[in-house]
Nanobody, 127 residues
Framework: QVQLVESGGGAVQAGGSLRLSCAVSTSTFNTYAMGWFRQAPGKEREFVAGISWSGGKTYHADSVKGRFTISRDNAKNTVYLQMNSLKPDDTAVYYC????????????????????WGQGTQVTVSS
């Protein structure tokens, strides 16, 4: 069973930064596509960023492009989301997800393609 544990969420003022981490318990982390999603109150969960097996390919949603950066450290079985220039609209529960059935060079953006999820971490941005 693959387990994902997010950390790094919290409360921050607009313009501030946070770095989310997601530790994955598995011996084959370097064969998973990874992604970050978020869900704001009253809204559906949405894709934020994704990264391929090696980290060589990434994709960010337009709403966060230029402010957020996804990365991974396969030696530490961890994926990160660096969030800069945070806005109140970024307030949400952030989830990391693993697609254990992907191919090496793909960034997965579709929620239904991910088969393991973390419990989520709250990010609150005040104005």
């Amino acid at each position: 069973q693959v387990q994902l544990v997010e950390s790094g969420g919290g409360a921050v003022q607009a313009g501030g930064s946070l770095r989310l981490s997601c530790a994955v318990s598995t011996s084959t982390f370097n064969t998973y596509a990874m992604g970050w999603f978020r869900q704001a109150p009253g809204k559906e969960r949405e894709f934020v960023a994704g990264i391929s097996w090696s980290g060589g390919k990434t994709y960010h949603a337009d709403s966060v492009k230029g402010r957020f950066t996804i990365s991974r450290d396969n030696a530490k079985n961890t994926v990160y989301l660096q969030m800069n220039s945070l806005k109140p609209d970024d307030t949400a529960v952030y989830y990391c997800a693993a697609d254990t059935l992907s191919v090496p060079t793909i960034v997965v953006v579709t929620e239904g393609e991910y088969d393991y999820w973390g419990q989520g971490t709250q990010v609150t941005v005040s104005s």
